[in-house]
Nanobody
């Protein structure tokens, strides 16, 4: 089992920045690729970014490329999502998740473990 706890969400004006953190506990963190997903009201949960355990593979949704950066610190069992130039359409609940198969790290349905989510609200 892997337990995931997100933090760092909040209310920010358009153009601002936030950094989300996801702390993991339980089974070996560095065995898992980690992803960030988001879900806006009335919409399906969507992929945002993912990073392999070795950091060799990183992937972003087109909508966040150039604005968001995913990183991880395996010594601290933590993954981060730095969000810059935020837009109102980035408003959503953001979830971190863990998957054992790096090849599947952009596929929401392959993730085994999920956090409870943290709200990000971007005002215009």
């Amino acid at each position: 089992q892997v337990q995931l706890v997100e933090s760092g969400g909040g209310l920010v004006q358009a153009g601002g920045s936030l950094r989300l953190s996801c702390a993991a506990s339980g089974r070996a963190f560095n065995r898992y690729a980690m992803g960030w997903f988001r879900q806006a009201p009335g919409k399906e949960r969507e992929f945002v970014a993912a990073i392999s355990w070795s950091r060799a593979s990183i992937s972003y949704a087109d909508s966040v490329k150039g604005r968001f950066t995913i990183s991880r610190d395996n010594a601290k069992n933590t993954v981060y999502l730095q969000m810059n130039s935020l837009k109102p359409e980035d408003t959503a609940v953001y979830y971190c998740a863990a998957v054992g198969d790096t090849a599947a790290m952009t596929n929401l349905n392959r993730y085994s473990y999920w956090g409870q989510g943290t709200q990000v609200t971007v005002s215009s």
